[in-house]
């Protein structure tokens, strides 16, 4: 079972993650991890996250992308749909991860926006 994971919040049709502050890429993909992987054990289907509180580091590389995006669909194991809502330097260079993660049975997207983001989630399915 995951640990206590701050910033973390269950509501009726979906759960919220929100972490804020500085943190490294390695711990702000570490935090979101265990966030999908917490969804996943409380059969939460949809998972929103809001990553705009968090600086700290640069956007990722593509080996990084790469290796989170596999994690966090290890984690998801097909059953937790994402809507990430991230700075605009994330989303632009968030689409290789998503492809990743895609051809691995996850279902998710980068928003530039909390409304925008949460419609698409809170969709069917």
């Known amino acids: 079972m995951v640990k206590k994971l701050e910033h973390f919040e269950q509501r009726k049709e979906h759960a919220v993650f929100c972490p804020v502050g500085q943190a490294s890429f390695d711990k702000m993909a570490d935090l979101i991890s265990r966030a999908v992987l917490r969804c996943r054990q409380n059969k939460i289907k949809k998972l929103l996250i809001d990553s705009t509180g968090v600086s700290g580091f640069h956007p990722p590389g593509i080996a990084e992308r790469y290796n989170l995006a596999e994690r966090i669909s290890s984690n998801a194991k097909s059953s937790v749909k994402i809507a990430h809502v991230a700075s605009p330097e994330w989303v632009r260079s968030g689409k290789f991860s998503l492809m990743v993660a895609k051809n ?7 928003f530039n926006s909390l409304a925008t983001g949460l419609e698409w989630l809170l969709k069917s399915k």
Do not use: P, S
């Open 104 to 110: 691995r049975g996850l279902d998710a997207m980068n």
